[in-house]
């Protein structure tokens, strides 16, 4: 409940917020119609300086996600990603009738839809969205599942009645209480695992010719067998499936889902690099209705018709979802000398020559704006040069017509898989920016948004002909509510994304500086290199450029 107030509480301040920019603006136009173009007032444009430094990502909530991830990735610079899942499963039916005689076990078939779409005008041909890493017979991995036996508890006993238990990313639930070797219980599968693009084909048997034939076909899925004809791990012992489940047909642990889940604890997804620099990460809809494990068994049905009895066989299914608790967790090695680099606390106060982001539990940047300059000029100083300030009453000398943090990529040290994205938020109040809201951008063909707060990455050329990769990220209405609002110069978070408008937080474990760290976060693995305020490139400093207008007098 406690949560549910807060998104309310800021979802409800950030619609207030967006008419007030609105209104605030309509007051200042007033100053003069037609400003920009007219013969009275002057687009001009002055750089500001603001004060950046690299700050760790630690663990995080990872339970309740929308899409997990599930892999190994491998990053030259930074170092190494394991990500691993626990998921429970909850039955589809409860108290279910198994049949009557004869009761037999065909197959045990998981499958987990991975993030894709379909390429346009092909048919069945389709394109992984968030695959990281490689897709060649040289990035495979190996994949082991174990029936879990770990409790998933789903309320926090040290909190209130309504507390949900948190689970992080380091596979805690509290600093004390760690999810331990419990995860690996039965072994279920083990075996080499890529991700394919290729759609699944699904057979049935031609009850006419008695083969087996393609009927329908599944998006690209993770799907494996854990029983039957095509199982590849021949480790479980006889009768696992069926004493499990089948046998429990009037058991109190099949009738209700708190029952199932201490029951059957669920499944633990583990990842290890068969190659040390390769490997293959991606993101799994776990929460799909289309990811689920399933029981394929068969019985003996009599039907009894004028004294006459018939026997027949019945074919079903018992299926079981990922609709409990699901969590990822980390395993994240970072290089030493970045890793030295990212704990250095000794420049925050006047701000790092580079600025290390990393996704997941990696790293992020903090930008401070209007640090004091090379003449003295305080924060104060620079905010006073847009307005007024008399009485508590505060008028606009200026207008802001744009204004943008700019961040050039240091090319030669960071890795080459570039995240295309970027994201720019308040880490004191943990909401994005108010240029978020008011950025109705999108691309129809994908979850792709906000192209203008949060330009996507770019190429520029400059004077003499040289290229240079650049994030550009304007924050102009940020600003007219720091100057003309009065509102707080908060300090701002920079992160890596997968998706900017994935902007709800995970909180952190552990209080810090910052309260938590954006979805679109932690389910990128990506790094970039960016050259901060302190750079020893002083044409590629990291600073604000803010273009204005004011009359001439």
């Not at 920019?21 to 200042?28: G, L, M, P």
């Not at 050039?408 to 960071?414: A, D, F, G, M, N």
Request: one cysteine or more.
């Amino acid at each position: 409940m406690k949560y549910l107030n807060s998104v309310l509480l800021k979802s409800v301040s950030s619609i207030a917020l967006i008419f007030m920019i609105q209104a605030c603006e309509n007051e200042f136009s007033e100053i003069g119609p037609g400003i920009v173009g007219t013969p009275n007032f002057e687009i001009q444009n002055k750089s500001y300086p603001i004060t950046t430094y690299t700050k760790r990502i630690t663990p995080f909530q990872s339970d309740g996600l929308s899409s997990n991830l599930l892999g190994y990735y491998f990053d030259p610079v930074f170092g190494s990603s394991k990500v691993n899942f626990v998921g429970q499963l909850t039955p589809n039916t409860f108290t279910p009738d198994f049949g009557e005689t004869n009761r037999v076990l065909d197959s045990v078939v998981l499958t987990v839809p991975y993030e894709s779409t379909e390429v346009a005008g092909e048919t069945n041909t389709y394109k992984l969205d968030s695959l990281y890493g490689g897709k060649t017979e040289n990035d495979t991995i190996k994949l082991s599942i174990y029936k879990n036996d770990y409790y998933l508890r789903t309320f926090d006993p040290a909190g209130d009645l309504e507390d949900s238990q948190k689970y992080f990313s380091d596979g805690s639930l509290t600093q004390e209480e760690i999810i331990g070797s419990e995860l690996e219980g039965q072994l279920l599968y083990e075996g080499n695992y890529l991700p394919s693009e290729k759609p699944i084909g699904l057979k049935e048997i031609n009850e006419e010719t008695g083969a087996l034939e393609v009927t329908s076909t599944l998006d690209p899925s993770l799907r494996i067998h854990l029983y039957g004809d095509s199982v590849e791990n021949a480790s479980i012992p006889d009768g696992f499936w069926e004493d499990l489940i089948l046998s429990k047909e009037d058991d109190e642990a099949l009738s209700k889902a708190s029952s199932f889940y201490n029951y059957f604890r669920g499944l633990y997804f583990k990842v290890e690099p068969t190659n040390a620099a390769n490997g293959t990460l991606i993101q799994l809809n776990f929460a799909s209705t289309n990811a689920n494990v399933k029981l394929y068994y068969s019985y003996d049905k009599s039907t009894t018709t004028d004294g006459e009895t018939t026997t027949t066989t019945e074919h079903k299914e018992y299926e079981m979802l990922f609709s409990g608790t699901r969590l990822n967790i980390f395993d994240t090695e970072f290089n030493s000398s970045i890793l030295q680099a990212v704990n250095d606390t000794s420049t925050n106060a006047v701000g790092d020559d580079y600025l290390y982001l990393r996704g997941g539990e990696g790293a992020m940047a903090i930008v401070e704006l209007f640090s004091e300059d090379e003449d003295g000029n305080t924060e104060e100083d620079q905010l006073n040069e847009f307005r007024t300030v008399d009485d508590g009453v505060t008028t606009a000398k200026r207008l802001i017509n744009e204004a943008y943090l700019e961040f050039y990529v240091e090319t030669t040290l960071s890795n080459s898989d570039l995240p295309q994205r970027v994201y720019l938020y308040d880490i004191e109040n943990n909401i994005p920016l108010s240029d978020f809201f008011m950025d109705q951008t999108v691309n129809p063909n994908s979850s792709d948004s906000k192209y203008s707060h949060l330009v996507p990455l770019a190429t520029k050329t400059d004077a003499a002909g040289v290229t240079h990769k650049t994030y550009k990220i304007r924050i102009t209405e940020h600003l007219n509510n720091i100057i003309i609002r009065d509102s707080t110069n908060v300090k701002l978070g920079l992160v890596v994304s997968s998706n900017v408008g994935a902007a709800n937080t995970r909180d952190f474990k552990n209080n810090s500086v910052v309260d938590g760290v954006p979805v679109g976060t932690v389910l990128s693995p990506k790094s970039v290199i960016l050259h901060g305020n302190n750079t020893p490139d002083a044409t590629k400093k990291a600073k604000l450029k803010i273009y204005y207008t004011e009359p001439n007098n």
